[in-house]
């Protein structure tokens, strides 16, 4: 959010100058995602900009008709009942017509849960529900909770491979998951959902652990992830970030890779280190079978770092959608070949 109405996206500025540009048919979709998530009234500056966050919160309100656009389908509802909830629980005052809104979107979330894409979609539903179930008071709120949790008990052993990785193998996604885990032990450590719960906070805790050492491998010397599968920089929260949120969750410290060779069997990686050179193989499956979505053509492509610098990187994804460009991102040529890193 660089001003009250104006918004950059995916490197692309725009301007929320009326009701109808919630769902601006001139917008990329994704783009008006963005819109709907409110990601920057949780930004590391989002204190000064507090005035524009009300009004935002105010405007997505008295703008969105209930149940149409954009706003209300399943996954941009799930990450703004998120955000708006940690919003509230960092400080910032409440408003009435808020808190009716709020339970309003978890109560049509609750009956819209995407069991038709699966993956980090239905996470994040289930995350959103977990949220909103601890967040309010009450029966609704506690099958809320109960819908939540049980989504992720199916979903974790699911989606988490044994040796750490997102089964969609992307570490960008791999990042988005592994921060929701840990914003679910805030959670649930702040509300006492873990009492008498031990167990529940020691699977997502190994868990996050397993997921941590993954991600560890899986990154270059700049300390930021390789560009396998849909991954890009500046979308997912960055490794460092990610391991300092697990050490205020009281998380111990997970430890770097050592050796010359490191295999992550179940996910399919390799990562070779030799002096100064870093390198990493992608001999992964595509994905799941049933969710193909966030695969690229890179089988037996590879990433090198050379003295702290990466050299030969793969495309990764700057866009969605049906277009050239993120066709030509996922082919093989855009793999097989590889980029000089500038």
């Known amino acids: ?51 524009w966050h009300r009004a935002q919160i105010n405007r997505w309100i008295s703008e969105n008709p209930l149940f149409s656009g954009y706003g209300w389908e399943p996954y941009p509802l799930s990450l703004r009942i998120v955000n708006w909830i940690k919003w509230l629980l960092s400080g910032n005052k409440m408003e009435d017509d808020w808190l009716e809104s709020l339970a309003l979107q978890a109560r049509y979330l609750r009956k819209r849960l995407e069991y038709h894409l699966l993956g980090n979609h239905l996470f994040a539903n289930a ?35 044994r040796d750490g990785g997102h089964f969609e193998l992307s570490p960008m996604y791999h990042s988005i998951i592994l921060e929701d885990l840990l914003d679910l032990v805030n959670m649930g450590q702040s509300f006492g959902l873990f009492v008498p719960r031990t167990a529940l906070l020691q699977e997502w805790t190994d868990t996050i652990q397993r997921m941590q050492r993954w991600l560890k491998v899986m990154c270059h010397p700049d300390g930021e992830v390789s560009f396998f599968n849909d991954t890009a920089m500046g979308i997912a929260a960055v490794p460092q970030n990610l391991e300092k949120y697990a050490e205020r969750l009281g998380l111990s410290e997970v430890a770097a890779p050592e050796g010359a060779v490191t295999r992550i069997s179940d996910s399919g990686y390799i990562r070779l280190e030799l002096g100064e050179a870093i390198v990493l193989l992608d001999v992964a499956r595509i994905g799941p079978d049933y969710l ?51």
């Open 127 to 161: 995350k959103a529900l977990v949220f909103a179930g601890l967040y309010f008071g009450g029966d609704e709120a506690d099958e809320w909770l109960k819908k939540g949790l049980s989504i992720l008990k199916k979903q974790l052993p699911e989606q988490v491979l």
């Open 1 to 51: 959010m660089v001003a009250e109405k104006r918004y950059i996206f995916l490197n692309k500025e725009g301007e929320l100058s009326g009701p109808g540009s919630w769902n601006d048919p001139d917008q990329d979709k994704l783009w008006l995602y963005n819109l709907h998530y409110f990601d920057d009234i949780n930004a590391k500056y989002a204190g000064d900009c507090v005035a």
């Open 292 to 342: 193909p979505g966030h695969a690229h053509a890179d089988t037996l492509s590879f990433e090198l770092s050379l003295f702290g610098q990466r050299v030969v990187v793969n495309s990764g994804i700057s866009c969605y959608g049906v277009s050239d460009k993120r066709l030509q991102q996922r082919c093989t040529a855009a793999h097989k070949i590889g980029r000089a890193h500038v």
